[in-house]
């Protein structure tokens, strides 16, 4: 079955960077877009950024200078990583799969809850 | 950017009951809305893609509907288990976004 399993640090100190890996089974990341979305404590989802099947990524630009996303296909990772980290990036942090051809996430990994503190 | 307010915040209703949850979008966004629910300390779940279309396993009790700016998603009849935050979300344009949620409670 689909599964996503995210790992990961819980405490980042402010101005450090945040990485976060999404191993997935039962679906093949060269067929398959996996996407980042966080939620802050008490507020709506938050759409970072995917990366499609062939490798290639789009953000969204409120963090485009400091994000980044890549995948090792041949293990099934994909990468996730935020620079410059503060107070206001304390969050869950979700990879998700793409549901092919209606742009929407039908599987989400377990989540990641990140606080940025020193 | 495109954004997603949904209404009520939150709702209390009774087991039975109809619930209607609403989601509008600052601009049209077609048909490219997906709701999704979210059980406390879970991950969110997909319910319905492309506006009207339930996702699988998902009980035909939850329905979507709506295109442009405006979209409901409405449980015909609220069970117990529905206890969760509702989210719409557009895929239309980058960055995808989400409202802010619906909480649904259960007297």
């Known amino acids: 079955q689909v599964q996503l399993k995210q790992s990961g640090p819980g405490l980042v100190q402010p101005s450090q960077s945040l990485s976060i890996t999404c191993t997935v089974s039962?679906?093949?990341?060269?067929?398959?877009?996996v996407h980042w979305v966080r939620q802050s404590p008490g507020k709506g989802l938050e759409w970072l950024g995917v990366i499609w099947r062939g490798g290639s990524t789009d953000y969204n630009a409120a963090f485009m200078s400091r994000l980044s996303i890549t995948k090792d296909n041949s293990k099934s990772q994909v990468f996730f990583k935020m620079n410059s980290l503060q107070a206001d990036d304390t969050a869950i942090y979700y990879c998700?799969?793409?549901?092919?051809?209606?742009?929407?996430?039908?599987?989400w990994g377990q989540g990641t809850s990140v606080t940025v503190s020193s | 950017n495109i954004v997603m307010t949904q209404s009520p915040k939150s709702m209390s209703m009774s087991v039975g009951e109809r619930v209607t949850l609403s989601c509008k979008a600052s601009?049209?966004?077609?048909?490219?809305v997906s709701w999704y629910q979210q059980k406390p300390e879970q991950s969110p779940k997909l319910l319905i893609y492309?506006?009207?279309n339930r996702y699988t396993g998902v009980p035909d009790r939850f329905t979507g509907s709506g295109s442009a700016t405006d979209f409901t998603l409405t449980i015909s009849s609220v069970q117990a288990e529905d206890l969760a935050d509702y989210h719409c979300g557009q895929s239309y344009s980058y960055p995808w976004t989400f409202g802010g949620g619906t909480k649904l409670e259960i007297k």
């Open positions: 601009e049209n966004v077609g048909t490219y």
């Open positions: 998700a799969k793409n549901f092919d051809g209606y742009y929407a996430m039908d599987y």
């Open positions: 492309g506006a009207s």
């Open positions: 039962g679906f093949s990341l060269t067929s398959y877009g």
